[in-house]
């Protein structure tokens, strides 16, 4: 399989974005864009988090059981929960039951009440400029970056936990702090007039 791929919709995406369903929705009106606000960036922290290991897929396809398990992902919520609610998530099939992320989310929503600003701020502070150039195929995908590396260390040093490098730039991809669109895919060119940096 080449690197991008045109689906049977006739537009080019990102190789992982073309099949199931469940991809296509997330490559195209998720990936990549802009996401601020402190439980929106909780929730995908969260899910970076239980993803280590596994497959996006099954946290994508497991997503709507997580946010109802968490309460929304309201971190003010989650920062209340003590060993009754966590013996409740691992009893819940409908989300991945693993002590060690689960343990480390209600860790790390302490975490989030804990900080001098917002969430937000703290993880866009790492976005890298936007000036490198689109990349045009995988290979050109770092999956550790500077940005990155810092990212992680300074959220380990507010006591976040599951947040590494890897994890971290997955964060920054899905949020939008940087944008793996290849060039060619429908997404990155309908966002921007082509030949324009980011």
Request: glycine share 10%.
């Amino acid at each position: 399989m080449t690197d991008l791929v045109t689906g049977d919709d006739g537009l080019a995406r990102c190789a992982w974005g073309v099949a199931p369903a469940v991809y296509r929705t997330y490559h195209d009106t998720e990936w990549g864009r802009r996401l601020t606000g402190d439980v929106a960036l909780f929730e995908r922290m969260s899910l970076e988090a239980f993803q280590s290991g596994l497959s996006w897929l099954v946290i994508l396809r497991k997503r709507e059981a997580f946010r109802a398990a968490f309460d929304g992902f309201r971190f003010d919520r989650i920062a209340e929960y003590d060993e009754s609610d966590v013996e409740r998530l691992l009893a819940d099939a409908g989300i991945v039951r693993n002590r060690a992320k689960i343990t480390a989310t209600v860790g790390n929503a302490r975490a989030v009440l804990g900080l001098p600003g917002s969430l937000s701020d703290l993880l866009w502070s790492y976005a890298p400029d936007s000036g490198r150039p689109r990349p045009a195929d995988f290979s050109e995908v770092p999956a550790v970056t500077p940005e990155s590396t810092a990212m992680a260390k300074r959220l380990k040093g507010l006591g976040f936990r599951f947040v590494g490098p890897t994890t971290a730039y997955a964060l920054m991809q899905a949020t939008g702090m940087v944008d793996d669109h290849l060039a060619g895919c429908h997404v990155a060119t309908t966002r921007e007039p082509e030949g324009t940096p980011r």
